[in-house]
């Protein structure tokens, strides 16, 4: 079924691609990292520009 207005960059779909490819390589462990890493860099892209300024000033 389509995904509506789900659109993706092709240099999105070409890492979508590579990592659904190697998945069948990955170790329980490494699937796990790379799903934190996943759910942070979503966590990140939903957040301001300036808010990520702040923190990144505060805790320097």
Known sequence: MPAGDMRMSEADLSRLTGFVGAMPRLS?????????????????????????????????
Do not use: F, G, T
């Not at 329980?28 to 923190?55: G, I, N, T």
């Open 28 to 60: 329980p462990a490494a699937y796990a990292l790379a799903c934190d890493v996943a759910a942070c860099l979503s966590s990140l892209s939903s957040l301001d520009r300036s808010e990520v300024e702040l923190e990144r000033d505060r805790d320097q």
